[in-house]
Nanobody, 126 residues
């Protein structure tokens, strides 16, 4: 059974940082693109960041460029999201996702992802 389990969320003050992790089990994703999405109450799911199979290419949503960094460790079957300079508007449930194989475009499109985690809450206070 494939599972993606996120961790690292929490309550942080504006301007602070968090590091989210997404540990995969049940199969290896070393040849798959992976991504992070977020959803705030009453809002649509939003693409946050994506990464290709070896970490050589990364992609970001406009609202997080320059503040968030996605990375991966294929030996650990884990993808990370470093969140810096957090703002109140970053408050959301952050969800990890994995594509089945390779890189399917557009990476920003949630429909390109076959596996999803349950999410971890990030709350930014002023």
């Amino acid at each position: 059974q494939v599972q993606l389990v996120e961790s690292g969320g929490g309550l942080v003050q504006a301007g602070g940082s968090l590091r989210l992790s997404c540990a995969a089990s049940g199969r290896t994703f070393s040849s798959s693109a992976m991504g992070w999405f977020r959803q705030a109450p009453g809002k649509e799911r939003e693409f946050v960041a994506g990464i290709n199979w070896n970490g050589g290419s990364t992609y970001y949503g406009d609202s997080v460029k320059g503040r968030f960094t996605i990375s991966r460790d294929n030996a650990k079957n884990t993808v990370y999201l470093q969140l810096n300079s957090l703002k109140r508007e970053d408050t959301a449930v952050y969800v990890c996702a994995a594509q089945r194989d390779g890189m399917n475009w557009p990476i920003q499109h949630s429909g390109r992802y076959a596996y999803w985690g349950q999410g971890t809450q990030v709350t930014v206070s002023s």
